[in-house]
T-cell receptor
Framework: DAGVTQSPTHLIKTRGQQVTLRCSPK?????VSWYQQALGQGPQFIFQ???????QRGNFPDRFSGHQFPNYSSELNVNALLLGDSALYLC???????????????FGSGTRLTVV | AQKVTQAQTEISVVEKEDVTLDCVYE???????LFWYKQPPSGELVFLIR??????QNEISGRYSWNFQKSTSSFNFTITASQVVDSAVYFC???????????FGTGTRLQVFP
């Protein structure tokens, strides 16, 4: 049973460019959350998608946007990249029906984004 | 404000030593959830435990144990007889009742030497 799959694994972009990161949730999961983890820091919540809609959002600018597809996979888009956007981007999938328990949270291994 | 503090940035121990990772949290909510995750070098976060704010019973799972004390807003994690495979970064996290998001601490890097 495949867990959460993220692509690409590593990515190097130039300041000002745009980037798209992809996430396939664990089989049976219908909710996807995205986190940003800067070097030496804990992950920070970006947003969560369920039923193709953004349900919750953290304290991130509008340059960060997302999308969820009918097959529950998700994309994270970041426009006008800044050097400070360099981080590990983690995707976590879960089942919406898991009553706040978070037992269903499964994290991927992340995409390492470097902005130069 | 809701916040998680892990004051220990890095801990080094020799195999078979016991080690305790500290976690202090801040929240005004009466209902919340606390978590511990392990992050090995591969990057993914591995779920270790979840506690809700009404359950202060300590828990033991093999070599792992957790001490939850609401009076001091702490949720500490102890590894007994540490092993090299325990080497990783460990995160404590808080989740408010009305949201799914996790608020992480800055993590504690544990290095276990043979």
């Amino acid at each position: 049973d495949a867990g959460v799959t993220q692509s690409p694994t590593h990515l190097i972009k130039t300041r000002g460019q745009q980037v798209t990161l992809r996430c396939s949730p664990k089989s049976g999961h219908d909710t996807v959350s995205w986190y940003q983890q800067a070097l030496g820091q804990g992950p920070q919540f970006i947003f969560q998608y369920y039923e193709e809609e953004e349900r919750q959002r953290g304290n991130f600018p509008d340059r960060f946007s997302g999308h969820q597809f009918p097959n529950y996979s998700s994309e994270l888009n970041v426009n006008a990249l800044l050097l400070g956007d360099s981080a590990l981007y983690l995707c976590a999938s879960s089942w919406w029906g898991s009553s706040k328990g978070h037992y269903g949270y499964t994290f991927g291994s992340g995409t390492r984004l470097t902005v130069v | 404000a809701q916040k998680v503090t892990q004051a220990q940035t890095e801990i080094s121990v020799v195999e078979k030593e016991d080690v305790t990772l500290d976690c202090v949290y801040e929240t005004r909510d009466t209902t919340y959830y606390l978590f511990w995750y392990k992050q090995p070098p591969s990057g993914e976060l591995v779920f270790l435990i979840r506690r809700n704010s009404f359950d202060e019973q300590n828990e033991i799972s093999g070599r792992y144990s957790w001490n939850f004390q609401k009076s001091t807003s702490s949720f500490n994690f102890t590894i007994t007889a540490s092993q090299v495979v325990d080497s990783a970064v460990y995160f404590c996290a808080l989740s408010p009742y009305n949201t799914d998001k996790l608020i992480f601490g800055t993590g504690t890097r544990l290095q276990v030497f043979p």
